[in-house]
């Protein structure tokens, strides 16, 4: 069971591989709780190499090393229409009234020709990733084969893990192989500096109070704390400590919506006051962006009207987007407008991410 003030359990997930039926039960019964909970746990014992993380988490720190003038040459907001590349620090505001998220980014996903039908019909993300040159990042094809090994492997798992998902709604395993088949997921690695020793406390955030938009994020951090859920029982943030090989996995809002809100995608937010730098990288399962997301079975009573009509998976992912970064815009304008950072107070939250 989780109760109230507990924070994110971790999870023996080689249970879904063992063959060990009482054993998967119970992994998916722990699921289950967590989905109807905060929508949050943590996962070990998945086939994702630790070889793998550890050489991906140390091109995440390569990678930021490289000089400003270098990353912007990768910028996501100019390079390309398509959201791949670097995401300069303090770029978005998820948490209305906070300040520009102490972050920086890089988007990576699927290589996708320009070719591919994804490219040409712009679907979500879709397109050819932004890569250093080798000469500005020494060993860069290590990057790319490291950077897609691992994305193509997190993706596997996020199949696996939709599966658990499936039984514990009492459907097939295979539940939701269309929907899976042809998905769209979206990598970043992040980069959270340290917290300026005099930047004002109460508004400072690796980033704010969000909820995830896509259907299940996967998500990799290092050895520095900082990710917090918040538990509205006790309305306290708890910690989501860093556990040596596994995943944090929680649900987005595509996953709460298809299921009638039964399930829910939870706030969480970063604030890095470890004195260290902070690496960490999600992965954001979209899924299939033509699949009409429809109230999942099992979700409502007998009779009962679905809360929200049906919906392509693009479109329910799309829809945030424009929130989060259209916020940090008119922050700059406002605060260009006043001469200074820094004005507003903590009000709200923002529904929004990647
Ligand atoms: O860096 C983290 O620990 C969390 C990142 C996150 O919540 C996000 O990118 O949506
Ligand atoms: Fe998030």
Same mark, same amino acid.
């Given at each position: 069971?989780? =109760?109230?003030?507990?924070?994110?359990?971790? /999870?023996?997930?080689?249970?879904?591989?063992?063959? #060990?039926?009482?054993?998967?039960?119970?992994?998916?019964?722990?699921?289950?709780?967590?989905?109807?909970?905060?929508?949050?746990?943590?996962?070990?014992?998945?086939?994702?190499?630790?070889?793998?993380?550890?050489?991906?988490?140390?091109?995440?720190?390569?990678?930021?090393? +490289?000089?400003?003038?270098?990353?912007?040459?990768?910028?996501?907001?100019?390079?390309?229409?398509?959201?791949?590349?670097?995401?300069?620090?303090?770029? $978005?505001?998820?948490?209305?009234?906070?300040?520009?998220?102490?972050?920086?980014?890089?988007?990576?996903?699927?290589?996708?020709?320009?070719?591919?039908?994804?490219?040409?019909?712009?679907? +979500?993300?879709?397109?050819?990733?932004?890569?250093?040159?080798?000469?500005?990042?020494?060993?860069?094809?290590?990057?790319?084969?490291?950077?897609?090994?691992?994305?193509?492997?997190?993706?596997?798992?996020?199949?696996?893990?939709?599966?658990? +998902?499936?039984?514990?709604?009492?459907?097939?395993?295979? !539940?939701?192989?269309?929907?899976?088949?042809?998905?769209?997921?979206?990598?970043?690695? /992040?980069?959270?500096?340290?917290?300026?020793?005099?930047?004002?406390?109460?508004?400072?955030?690796?980033?704010?109070?969000?909820?995830?938009?896509?259907?299940?994020?996967?998500?990799?951090?290092?050895?520095?704390?900082?990710? $917090?859920?918040? #538990?509205?029982?006790?309305?306290? !943030?708890?910690?989501?400590?860093?556990?040596?090989?596994?995943?944090?996995?929680?649900?987005?809002?595509?996953?709460?919506? !298809?299921?009638?809100?039964?399930?829910?995608? =939870?706030?969480?937010?970063?604030?890095?006051?470890?004195?260290?730098?902070?690496?960490?990288?999600?992965?954001?399962?979209?899924?299939?962006?033509?699949?009409?997301?429809?109230?999942?079975?099992?979700?409502?009573?007998?009779?009962?009207?679905?809360?929200?009509?049906?919906?392509?998976?693009?479109?329910?992912?799309?829809?945030?987007?424009?929130?989060?970064?259209?916020?940090?815009?008119?922050?700059?304008?406002?605060?260009?407008?006043?001469?200074?950072?820094?004005?507003?107070?903590?009000?709200?939250?923002?529904?929004?991410?990647?």
């Amino acid at each position: 069971m989780v =109760n109230a003030g507990d924070a994110p359990p971790i /999870l023996d997930f080689s249970a879904f591989y063992s063959g #060990d039926a009482h054993a998967k039960q119970k992994l998916v019964d722990d699921v289950r709780n967590c989905c109807l909970h905060n929508g949050f746990f943590q996962i070990t014992g998945h086939p994702v190499p630790s070889e793998l993380q550890r050489r991906i988490m140390h091109w995440n720190k390569k990678f930021f090393n +490289l000089s400003l003038e270098e990353k912007m040459k990768m910028d996501k907001g100019t390079s390309n229409s398509w959201n791949r590349g670097y995401e300069l620090l303090k770029s $978005q505001i998820l948490e209305e009234g906070t300040l520009p998220e102490l972050k920086e980014g890089y988007y990576i996903g699927d290589e996708i020709p320009k070719t591919h039908p994804y490219f040409i019909n712009k679907k +979500l993300n879709s397109g050819p990733n932004m890569w250093p040159s080798a000469s500005v990042l020494p060993g860069v094809e290590d990057f790319k084969a490291t950077a897609m090994a691992y994305y193509h492997q997190v993706v596997a798992l996020a199949k696996d893990i939709l599966k658990v +998902l499936a039984l514990t709604l009492d459907l097939e395993e295979s !539940w939701f192989d269309e929907f899976t088949t042809g998905a769209i997921a979206t990598m970043r690695l /992040l980069h959270y500096p340290t917290q300026p020793a005099d930047s004002p406390e109460k508004l400072t955030r690796g980033i704010g109070a969000h909820t995830d938009f896509g259907t299940i994020t996967l998500l990799l951090q290092d050895t520095v704390p900082g990710l $917090q859920v918040y #538990d509205y029982a006790t309305k306290e !943030w708890l910690d989501v400590a860093p556990t040596e090989g596994a995943f944090v996995v929680n649900l987005g809002n595509l996953m709460m919506r !298809w299921s009638n809100d039964k399930y829910v995608s =939870n706030l969480h937010r970063v604030i890095n006051v470890s004195g260290r730098e902070r690496y960490s990288i999600p992965v954001f399962f979209s899924g299939n962006p033509d699949f009409v997301v429809e109230c999942l079975p099992n979700c409502r009573k007998e009779g009962e009207v679905p809360k929200y009509g049906p919906i392509t998976a693009e479109q329910a992912v799309l829809g945030g987007y424009a929130d989060s970064y259209g916020r940090a815009e008119r922050f700059k304008k406002d605060a260009e407008g006043k001469g200074k950072e820094g004005q507003g107070v903590v009000a709200g939250v923002g529904v929004a991410a990647t």
